[in-house]
């Protein structure tokens, strides 16, 4: 699965520890390691080869949506938001399918987090044909899928609603309203689940490779991104 990008904690801020937190991959050989990574499906969701959750399971994968709010750091202006997860097979065509809910020309935006030492980067590129863009995306559905390192969200500024797909493969919709973002997840077999935990919500490994990182390269110039 090529190298593993990081391993991230829970969120710790305001827990208080007397000594500090251990993750569950410290102690693990690389067999045990190996083994873990190797591990696709929990039920019946499948993985991609992005992330993979904690080796102590603290978050079970699992497919369904629940609602949830962004808040601007600066501005403290709350957007209605929700998160989804969906098994590796359905993930792709839901994202497209979301996208055609904003409308026939949008603003795309390409998120990685290849260079470990570097800020994340979010590449921006304005008033692209909705069609032609899951065209190009199409090509580069292994990367999508499979790399821990990228991520994309796809903009209507007009209608200020936002459709993302990221590092850790989850989709993640804002804006007013959210009904045709709801009805599209029922239509295809994604849940409301208002108890449901992400992998984001625990320790977790993302991976990615070399190879990754040029096939991110290669997308930029495709979408005419400098």
Do not use: W
Request: charged share 25%; with cysteine.
């Amino acid at each position: 699965m090529g190298f593993l990008k990081r391993i991230l904690q829970s969120n710790l801020k305001g827990q208080e520890s007397s000594r500090p937190a251990r993750g569950s991959f410290e102690t693990l050989s690389r067999d045990e390691l190996n083994t873990h990574m190797n591990i696709r499906t929990y039920g019946a969701f499948d993985l991609t080869d992005a992330v993979r959750p904690s080796y102590d399971l603290q978050v079970v994968p699992k497919q369904g949506f629940r609602f949830d709010q962004h808040v601007d750091d600066t501005t403290g202006l709350k957007t209605p938001a929700i998160m989804a997860s969906v098994t590796q097979h359905r993930l792709l065509d839901l994202f497209f399918e979301l996208i055609d809910r904003l409308g026939p020309v949008v603003d795309v935006v390409l998120e990685s987090s290849h260079r470990v030492q570097s800020t994340h980067q979010e590449l921006y590129r304005e008033h692209i044909d909705a069609a032609v863009l899951k065209s190009v995306l199409l090509e580069f559905e292994d990367l999508l899928l499979n790399d821990g390192c990228t991520g994309i969200a796809v903009i209507n500024p007009q209608k200020r609603q936002e459709v993302q797909l990221d590092e850790h493969k989850l989709i993640i919709m804002y804006g007013r309203p959210l009904d045709e973002f709801v009805a599209t997840l029922i239509e295809e077999d994604v849940y409301p689940d208002k108890n449901i935990r992400f992998i984001t919500e625990a320790e977790h490994v993302h991976s990615s490779s070399e190879k990754m990182h040029h096939r991110f390269e290669i997308l930029k110039n495709r979408l005419g991104i400098n």
